[in-house]
């Protein structure tokens, strides 16, 4: 295979990749988050390299805000106000 074209199937497959991974988060974010929880539980076993454990910290999904006092469904903020 040439490499000019190899080269052109990997920028392709970079694309499609992020592609797919942005359609996901849009229309799938509770699958997102556990597949990032997932790999990020796998990358920081213990007795792995410092730089996998490094990267599993970074692509942990960010704790949730634990509840409180509204039982956490995190849609707490501002109303609009009311239109007469």
Do not use: E, N
């Not at 991974?21 to 790999?39: E, F, I």
């Not at 213990?46 to 692509?59: D, E, H, N, S």
């Amino acid at each position: 295979m040439d490499a000019g074209l190899l080269i052109q199937y990997l920028i392709i497959a970079v694309a499609v990749l992020f592609s797919a991974w942005v359609v996901l988060k849009k229309q799938a974010p509770g699958t997102v988050r556990k597949l990032r929880g997932a790999l990020a539980l796998a990358l920081l076993k213990p007795g792995r390299a410092a730089w996998l454990q490094a990267l599993g910290r970074k692509i942990a999904p960010p704790a949730t805000g634990g509840g409180g006092a509204c039982g956490g469904c995190d849609s707490c903020g501002p109303t609009p106000p009311k239109q007469h």
